[in-house]
């Protein structure tokens, strides 16, 4: 088996385990970073690649690594739910937690030069973030739960495996990365919107179901001297195979593709070893219409039907600040500070109770330390503190609503809060060493 087949049956192994954890998100349900390094940095470093990771912000920065592999797992630990007050009468009334309350999320890297102004490499790494359970507690009728179809709550995981070739132009780094994407969905408790759906055998609680595609990342660096650079990356939609087995609940009859987004940044180094970084991302949550779609009105048979609701989110813009002083060879220092608008307006809260991903301020740290002189250790912590959006509670049409209505007596509250704790290894090939594993730490 040669070092690529190897590689290709590792990303392809780590991207079917990551289906196996859905993460806390922070730009809606996209992460804030992939690995411990980005993740430190608050999601900072579209300009600055120094890991195997980078690739899954920007395949440009493949040119500047050396032969390495990367290993991780992150542990995300998030806390949301809903509150009601007043009367509301689509959901039950009270302070609502989900449960779950933890997740191991897996990521892998590779990287490789092919000569000096070339080079390849793999990564594999997840989303998710849709992520809810609530129980019977909290009765509404007539099956209990939080709109009386039982338990309730969604679960919808996204796994990338991306494939990078990046060249090197002189001053300028173009890369290139079509990236594979699986996804999986499982949707509980809406049963009691059986008379607003297209297709009500296909609505609710039918286990889960997977979803495949695929798009390409691009990105360029350009180091414009030798301290400054500037990186611009983004990523085609994802463009993904329907969801059958809820095609009576999301849009045009179960299409769930994944949004385009972009990121441009700058790094600086201060000294030789201090390098600040910022970084923005836009995400077009606008360009899938199950996400994007208006929440309101839900009328009888819209559900699922072509233009049908959906989630009501807007676009979500992020700003990633980053600093990393690399105190001494082998051992860095990281820390950053990532912000994000909220994709959820208030007029959408009643449907998003199942995905309340509304984080806005997050701050993070972490540090890299050399074992050996080939295996690294990473570590970063993030927490994403505690933001709330409150709106009216969305009626569906009944002969009293005839084309829906917002309930002038019942408002909802939506929060979330969370920690994320990520940890890597690296491991750097001696120069010559073409082993397809390593041969000694």
Do not use: C
């Not at 806390?24 to 411990?36: K, Q, R, S």
């Not at 959006?389 to 909802?412: I, K, M, S, W």
Request: neutral net charge; glycine residues 12%.
């Amino acid at each position: 088996m040669n070092g690529y087949s190897w590689r290709t049956l590792v990303s392809a192994a780590a991207l079917t385990a990551s289906l196996a954890a859905p993460s806390l998100a922070a730009d809606g349900y996209f992460l804030i970073g992939y690995g411990p390094r980005q993740k430190a940095l608050g999601g900072a470093g579209v300009a600055d690649s120094r890991d195997a990771m980078s690739l899954s912000l920007n395949p440009a920065g493949l040119v500047d690594l050396e032969r390495q592999m990367q290993l991780g797992v992150t542990a995300l630990f998030p806390e949301r739910g809903y509150s009601t007050d007043g009367l509301p009468k689509v959901l039950a009334p009270g302070d609502v937690r989900s449960g779950r309350p933890i997740f191991p999320v897996p990521h892998d890297a590779y990287a490789a030069p092919i000569d000096a102004d070339s080079a390849w490499g793999t990564a594999s790494y997840a989303n998710g973030g849709i992520n809810t359970s609530f129980d019977f507690g909290h009765y509404h009728p007539p099956l209990g739960g939080p709109f009386g179809g039982g338990y309730a709550g969604v679960d919808l995981e996204q796994a990338f495996s991306s494939f990078g070739y990046a060249r090197k132009f002189g001053s300028l780094a173009i890369g290139v990365a079509p990236t594979i994407a699986v996804q999986t969905i499982n949707l509980q408790g809406l049963k009691s919107f059986s008379p607003y759906s297209s297709d009500m055998y296909h609505l609710s609680d039918n286990g889960y179901d997977w979803s495949v595609g695929g798009g390409v990342r691009l990105g360029v660096q350009w180091r414009v001297t030798d301290q400054f650079r500037i990186g611009v990356a983004g990523s085609t939609p994802m463009f993904m195979t329907r969801f059958r087995k809820y095609s009576g609940l999301f849009a045009d009859n179960g299409s769930f593709d994944i949004p385009a987004n972009i990121t441009a940044g700058v790094a600086y180094d201060l000294t030789p070893d201090l390098t600040v970084m910022a970084d923005w991302r836009h995400i077009f949550y606008s360009g899938v219409a199950t996400v994007a779609n208006s929440s309101f009105p839900v009328l009888l048979r819209s559900l699922g039907s072509p233009g049908g609701p959906g989630f009501g989110w807007k676009d979500t813009d992020s700003a990633a600040f980053g600093v990393e002083w690399r105190v001494q060879p082998g051992f860095a220092l990281r820390a950053g500070y990532h912000y994000v608008t909220n994709p959820i307006p208030t007029n959408s809260v009643t449907l998003n109770i199942l995905a309340p991903i509304i984080n806005a301020h997050h701050v993070s740290g972490g540090l890299s330390y050399a074992v050996t002189k080939n295996s690294t250790l990473d570590l970063a912590v993030v927490y994403a503190f505690k933001n709330n959006v409150r709106g009216p509670e969305a009626l569906p049409q009944t002969p009293a609503t005839p084309f829906g209505a917002y309930n002038p007596a019942g408002n909802v509250n939506l929060w979330l809060r969370g920690l994320e704790v990520s940890v890597g290894w690296t491991y750097k090939f001696d120069l010559g060493d073409n082993s397809l594993i390593p041969t000694h730490l």
